[in-house]
């Protein structure tokens, strides 16, 4: 890759996220939440989009990962008191070994037998939640708020609820995840996965071990996820067994492709996009469901690049 | 109840589960062998086919055996309509790619979902047996009603597995299946016969979702654990095999029964999706599949 390319990558990434950090002194408090809820649910859509987008593998279990993540910090968090940070490294490296553990067995398949698989456990994972519901609480869920010791800086104690320790934790998360993916997708090891994604067999006949690649991806794609997850649990002091559902493997799968898969924008941009359609339609309609059915039939049959595939394509051909 | 006619009355509930979810995972293998292509509003199908006969229970309130057979001619019928139409405007656009399939079909899962919620409510709504009588053994009754499920689920197995290997619709199926360039160059109208078996996977479904809802009521969510089950079904079977969709379903659907009485259903699924683990580890394609990779 080329220096210009790689330094004009480079700035539009950090502008992006310069003007994420900034906007929160403008947003109105309604949008300021939104806007958080949205960094967090973009972290786990980036998660995914690095599986799917650029390794081509779709899973459809993915709020297993998110849960374990979620689940992993609440609980620590819940019985021994370990505190946010400890609760979120916590939740990143159970969603990170469930993905360790799960690609072991799911990665023998390939094609339509992975998704199925992944929807299974994803599935069997939702339901063992409900299973130990003594120790996971899960079809009541939980809250967290009053066992978060506060944030203290500068001598006063802050709180997890408060909106801008809230707004600027999210960010931070997502910052995180926005820049490794794109410095992945940049990089050789990048190459190499899109390379997957194009051909697994010519990908294996030039030397690289192509189970290896897909088992990193899965396995950074879970840490992000459950990175995300512990941020939610964290940031919006609810958990419960429903984001271990099918409904929340689908989301990211829709946010990715709504905002263009493989892009590293796109997952930011499909979950703001897709996030405020639901929450203007839920004004006329409780009916969301049609909204997200509907979204994703008509995404396959008239825009499967997304948004920001359709961009790349047209106008910015560098963009990673 | 001592051990003996418990494992008894867990093995027949065992074998009825067996026999639905034969039939149900049948239409998705037949749908995947075919078109290669997974549906996943196959449960939905499944719950359509429940619903559907509520309906046809309160349209004729008097006599519920009428109410039944009704519901096993306009339910597939109706579900196999949709499946044409789904075919049509969705499936043959994408021109039948795997991804974009399981995609669509997620969509169409939603939607269906979202319809029965609004216009038939979320709550459980039961469904009287056609016909009551209790088969008695010694130690405890049975519901004769789930034995004719299993009857009748078992005929028409036989029935599929006959329109497969002696007509002539099945010729082409089994023709698609193998090759389907051949097969067009042999005049097979190909693109009719996926529609056909897009539909007919679909009936199969609705027709389970008829047998079963007066046993388990109908519900708007209820199509999701028969998915699963199928979907354990064809990867342990071997995606694709027939004959290791239904071998694979008296394996899960015996153990979900004896599991589900002593234990929980809950942990019956979790059980069944392990064993799905332990077979891929030893079989990556399936105890009847393709193993060649």
């Known amino acids: ?320 | 109840m001592s051990f003996g006619p418990h494992l008894f009355l867990a093995v027949l509930e065992g074998t009825v589960t067996a026999f639905v979810l034969a039939l149900t995972a049948l239409g998705l293998s037949l749908v995947f062998g075919v078109m290669r292509i997974v549906n996943v509003a196959h449960g939905e199908f499944f719950m359509l086919g429940a619903v559907l006969a509520w309906y046809c229970s309160t349209l004729i309130s008097g006599s519920p055996l009428l109410g039944f057979a009704l519901a096993l001619v306009v339910a597939p019928l109706l579900v196999g309509a949709l499946a044409l139409l789904t075919d049509w405007s969705v499936l043959k656009r994408v021109d039948y790619n795997p991804e974009s399939t399981i995609v669509a079909t997620i969509g169409l899962l939603y939607i269906v979902q979202q319809l029965v919620l609004t216009v038939f409510g979320p709550e459980a709504r039961p469904v009287a047996a056609p016909v009551y009588f209790r088969v008695s053994f010694p130690w405890f009754g049975y519901s004769g009603y789930k034995l004719i499920v299993a009857g009748l689920s078992a005929s028409l197995l036989l029935a599929t597995w006959y329109a497969l290997s002696r007509t002539r619709l099945g010729l082409y199926m089994r023709a698609t299946q193998q090759d389907y360039e051949i097969a067009q160059a042999f005049g097979v109208p190909v693109r009719n016969v996926y529609a056909t078996v897009f539909a007919l996977g679909a009936m199969l479904a609705a027709v389970a979702g008829v047998l079963i809802v007066p046993v388990q009521q109908a519900h708007y969510l209820m199509g999701l654990d028969p998915l699963l089950l199928s979907f354990i079904v064809v990867i342990i079977g071997g995606l694709g095999s027939l004959k290791g969709t239904v071998v694979a379903a008296f394996v899960i659907g015996l153990s979900d029964g004896i599991v589900s009485v002593f234990f929980s259903p809950t942990l019956a699924k979790i059980l069944a999706t392990l064993l799905v683990a332990a077979v891929l580890v030893v079989r990556p394609g399936g105890l009847f599949g393709d193993n060649r990779a």
């Open chain 1, 1 to 320: 890759m080329s220096a210009g390319r790689l330094r004009r990558i480079l700035v539009l990434h950090l502008a992006i996220v310069g003007a994420l950090f900034a906007v929160q002194f403008f947003l109105p408090d309604y949008h300021h939440t939104n806007v958080a809820r949205i960094l967090v649910l973009a972290t786990f859509a980036i998660g995914y989009n690095l599986l799917f987008g650029y390794t081509g593998l779709m899973s459809l279990g993915h709020a297993m990962f998110f849960a374990a993540g979620m689940y992993a910090c609440g609980l620590c968090i819940y019985y021994f008191n370990v505190g946010a940070p400890g609760g979120f490294a916590l939740g990143v490296v159970a969603g990170g070994t469930l993905a360790a553990v799960f690609g072991l067995v799911a990665l023998r398949t390939s094609g339509v037998s992975f998704l199925i698989v992944t929807m299974m456990f994803g599935q069997a994972c939702y339901l063992t939640l409900l299973y130990f519901n003594e120790i996971t609480l899960g079809d009541q869920g939980f809250t967290l708020s009053s066992n978060l010791d506060a944030l203290h800086r500068a001598g006063a104690g802050l709180a997890y609820s408060d909106p801008d320790v809230k707004y600027n934790a999210a960010w931070l998360v997502f910052t995180g995840a926005f820049l490794v993916s794109a410095l992945i997708a940049a990089s050789p090891i990048g190459r190499v996965l899109i390379a997957v994604r194009g051909n697994e067999e010519r990908t294996r006949l030039l030397g690289y071990n192509t189970f290896a690649y897909k088992w990193l991806a899965l396995c950074l794609s879970g840490a992000i996820a459950g990175a995300a997850g512990a941020a939610y649990a964290v940031l919006f002091s609810y958990v419960g067994a429903s984001f271990a559902s099918i409904l929340y493997s689908i989301y990211p799968l829709l946010w990715t492709l709504l905002g263009g898969a493989g892009t590293t924008l796109g997952p930011l941009l499909g979950t703001g996009i897709m996030f405020y359609l639901i929450d203007i339609t839920s004004g006329w309609t409780n009916a969301y469901l049609f909204v997200v059915g509907g979204s994703l039939l008509a995404l396959v049959l008239w825009f499967p690049q997304g948004v920001m595939g359709a961009v790349r394509a047209r106008w910015a051909r560098w963009l990673p």
